[in-house]
């Protein structure tokens, strides 16, 4: 059974952390909006410090995130025909003791959303290009570097800026939705067309 890696966060799950810099700024960011990947770069850098001390003291995105469309639907089907493992980073270099909150709440979330998920699969990481998986499914371009016979980016607006070229040299495809990775990764005999 083929070894399959899929991230966390703005992969199966989304919004959260813009909806905690929209509440902290009392603003009403859209996603399209900001291109950088971290979303907390709409402020200055002294703004910045003071929200990340908010954010680690009173935010769990967690108990509010969306789903990406269809993204839980398709990884349990795919969990009948590969051995998945949820591999999602909570290490802020900016804050690197206190984002040790951010393992419990993504831990917890998990294993509550995704039961067919076996917790020992779930790693929790700081670098994500140690992890051996045939497939891996990320948002960011960085986090598919390492060995993976298939590596798909989940088009999101912060990754937009990589063409097409820039992503075939790196043996990166581009999807943009749940439903696609589906008929990338179901077998044949499942009706796949």
Same mark, same amino acid.
């Given at each position: 059974?083929?070894?399959?890696?899929?991230?966390?966060?703005?992969?199966?799950? %989304?919004?959260?952390?813009?909806?905690?810099?929209?509440?902290? =700024?009392? %603003?009403?960011?859209? !996603?399209? !909006?900001?291109?950088?990947?971290?979303?907390?770069?709409?402020?200055?850098?002294? +703004?910045?410090?003071?929200?990340?001390?908010?954010? &680690?003291?009173?935010?769990?995105?967690?108990? %509010?995130?969306?789903?990406?469309?269809?993204?839980?639907?398709?990884?349990?089907?795919?969990?009948?025909? &590969?051995?998945? &493992?949820?591999?999602?980073?909570?290490?802020?270099?900016?804050?690197?003791? +206190?984002?040790?909150?951010?393992?419990?709440?993504?831990?917890?979330?998990?294993?509550?959303?995704?039961?067919?998920?076996?917790?020992?699969?779930?790693?929790?990481?700081?670098?994500?290009? =140690?992890?051996?998986?045939?497939?891996?499914?990320?948002?960011?371009?960085?986090?598919?570097?390492?060995?993976? !016979?298939?590596? =798909?980016?989940?088009?999101?607006?912060?990754?937009?800026? &990589?063409?097409?070229?820039? =992503? !075939?040299?790196?043996?990166?495809?581009?999807?943009?939705?749940?439903?696609?990775?589906?008929?990338?990764?179901?077998?044949?005999? +499942?009706?796949?067309?």
């Amino acid at each position: 059974m083929k070894k399959l890696m899929i991230d966390l966060d703005e992969t199966i799950c %989304t919004g959260g952390y813009l909806q905690a810099v929209n509440d902290y =700024l009392k %603003t009403n960011y859209k !996603e399209e !909006e900001i291109d950088s990947y971290y979303v907390e770069d709409v402020m200055n850098e002294e +703004e910045k410090e003071r929200f990340l001390d908010y954010f &680690y003291e009173h935010v769990n995105i967690y108990k %509010t995130i969306d789903l990406v469309p269809d993204s839980l639907k398709v990884i349990e089907a795919l969990s009948k025909h &590969y051995d998945i &493992y949820i591999a999602t980073a909570f290490v802020d270099k900016r804050r690197v003791k +206190e984002s040790g909150v951010m393992a419990m709440q993504k831990y917890h979330w998990i294993i509550e959303n995704m039961p067919y998920i076996d917790p020992k699969k779930i790693f929790l990481t700081g670098s994500k290009n =140690l992890v051996m998986c045939d497939v891996k499914i990320d948002d960011k371009v960085s986090n598919l570097k390492g060995f993976g !016979e298939l590596k =798909l980016l989940l088009d999101q607006p912060h990754n937009q800026k &990589y063409t097409a070229q820039e =992503l !075939e040299q790196r043996k990166i495809k581009r999807v943009y939705n749940w439903n696609q990775i589906y008929s990338l990764l179901m077998p044949e005999s +499942e009706g796949n067309s």
